[in-house]
């Protein structure tokens, strides 16, 4: 089993920071990506950013500019520094890695974390 424990959420002014890490553990093999989604209430889970095990990233047109996705391959964590924070960013933040287990037959897995709230207000 992959498990993803988050950390770093938290409450914060408009215009200020927040780092999320999410640290993967268990019977990992290999990971080929990571991300975050987040899921404000009443709205859908949206993507926030990916990067895959090459470092390429993507991000939403509503985060590109202020937030950056990193990874620490030998610690299997993805970070997510989250600068100009806008109350519009308010939401659980959750964490999503996909690859292979190392078990017989070196299954696929797609994990999720449980979600870390951010909340971005006055």
């Known amino acids: 089993q992959v498990q993803l424990v988050e950390s770093g959420g938290g409450l914060v002014q408009p215009g200020g920071s927040l780092r999320l890490a999410c640290a993967a553990s268990?019977?990992?093999?290999?990971?080929?990506?990571m991300g975050w989604y987040r899921q404000a209430p009443g709205k859908e889970r949206e993507l926030v950013a990916t990067i895959t095990s090459d470092r390429i990233t993507h991000y939403a047109d509503s985060v590109k500019g202020r937030f950056t996705i990193s990874r620490d391959n030998a610690k299997n964590t993805v970070y997510l520094q989250m600068n100009s924070l806008k109350p519009e960013d308010t939401a659980v933040y959750y964490c999503?890695?996909?690859?292979?287990?190392?078990?017989?037959?070196?299954?696929?897995?797609?994990?999720w974390g449980q979600g870390t709230q951010v909340t971005v207000s006055s």
């Open positions: 999503n890695c996909n690859g292979r287990m190392r078990s017989y037959g070196y299954p696929t897995f797609d994990s």
């Open positions: 268990g019977s990992i093999f290999a990971i080929n990506a």
